[in-house]
């Protein structure tokens, strides 16, 4: 049995007030030539479907366009809701789109019921088990002991009827352990939901959701197949794909991946202000790029968002790498600090922070500015 695994679509996601709905267009339309080419018996969603719990109305009539000309493909598709997304909002219609080959899950109730769906070496049990948390779990299991993501999810395996002599199948929308991380994630501080992988021991595949980047978690079995599009610029080095998946009798199972190009790619570029406005250097790359400018000039360049915008019109963030920024200071708590007035905690901070202490007459403008604030709180 062949299947396409998709997940974190972000439809409706922007970049620093930048709408992505014309690349999120774009790839979809490429997925669905993927689609046509694989000849799949179903697509899999692993969860994150909009960026949004409450998604625009364009993202909505984004999906449901690419839902319907799934449908007339008359294959299945199986979609699970992520952290991103409102399961309720999500699942509305669920019963009534199954009749098209829609299987959308329902918000957590305790109880998972496979789709199950056929092949010439017999049944494949597909079981979607949306985001949850602890709490959602501990609703429908109060004798058990749940306290933490890794006790959630293995008692809501736990409480589903797998028949292990059969081939089985699990999306879900979890953050596993030891996987790799990057900035366009939403983490927990401290890694507390964390899901250790043995507790998808019983799967014969594991399509995952939440994290942006490709990979397998110790196995091709448990594998997150990341976003289509970049959606940071963390992901500046990443390879989008999709992930085809090969399910042959039980305990056989190959990958392969079809890579995806964007409409705009999101990159970095870096060099001087000279050096990055050269045509030389400019004309060796897409200027019509999402782009983040990481200028190494040592003086701050006046209007150079502007005038870099000119040259990437889709530039969305200018940084500085420079003796100044690079610079590392750790500001700790003086012992003495209550005895210091507020302009010498002032300008101890900005010497920290720019390498140099403050000039006579920014002293003079922030003590004024300081007087005044006092005297409207007083």
Not at 7 to 19: M, Q, V, W, Y
């Amino acid at each position: 049995m062949k299947l396409i695994h998709l997940s974190d679509l972000h439809l409706g996601k922007r970049l620093d007030e930048t709408s992505m709905l014309e690349d999120q267009e774009h790839i979809l339309l490429q997925i669905l030539r993927i689609i046509d080419e694989e000849k799949p018996q179903a697509v899999l969603i692993a969860g994150d479907v909009y960026d949004k719990s409450v998604p625009s109305a364009e993202a909505v009539a984004l999906f449901d366009d690419f839902l319907c000309r799934l449908a007339k493909r008359q294959l299945r598709v199986l979609i699970i809701s992520g952290n991103h997304d409102s399961p309720e909002r999500l699942a509305f219609g669920n019963r009534l789109m199954e009749s098209a080959g829609i299987h959308i899950s329902p918000v957590y109730n305790g109880e998972i019921r496979p789709v199950t769906l056929q092949d010439e070496h017999g049944a494949v049990n597909f079981w979607l088990l949306p985001f949850i948390k602890p709490s959602h779990v501990r609703r429908y299991a109060p004798d058990a002991k749940i306290e933490s993501y890794t006790d959630a999810v293995a008692e809501a395996i736990a409480r589903m009827d797998i028949d292990p002599s059969q081939r089985n199948v699990l999306l879900t929308h979890q953050f596993v352990t030891g996987a790799a991380t990057c900035d366009s994630e939403e983490m927990s501080v401290g890694g507390s939901d964390n899901v250790d992988a043995s507790v998808f021991e019983g799967f014969d595949y594991v399509a995952l959701g939440h994290l942006h980047g490709p990979q397998n978690i110790g196995t091709n079995r448990i594998r997150y197949c990341g976003t289509p599009l970049k959606y940071s610029f963390s992901e500046a080095a990443h390879h989008k794909s999709v992930t085809v998946v090969q399910l042959g009798a039980k305990g056989e199972l190959e990958l392969q991946l079809r890579p995806l190009t964007p409409r705009r790619d999101l990159r970095q570029i870096r060099g001087t202000f000279a050096q990055l406005t050269d045509k030389v250097n400019y004309e060796q790359g897409d200027t019509q790029d999402y782009v983040q400018a990481i200028l190494t000039d040592e003086e701050d360049v006046p209007e150079a968002m502007g005038k870099l915008r000119v040259i990437y019109p889709n530039l969305l963030k200018l940084t500085y790498d420079n003796t100044r920024t690079r610079t590392a200071h750790h500001i700790g708590a003086a012992d003495d600090v209550e005895k210091k007035s507020p302009l010498q905690l002032f300008e101890e901070l900005y010497e920290k922070q720019n390498n140099q202490p403050m000039s006579e007459e920014q002293r003079s403008y922030a003590a004024a500015l300081m007087e005044s604030v006092w005297e409207r709180n007083v």
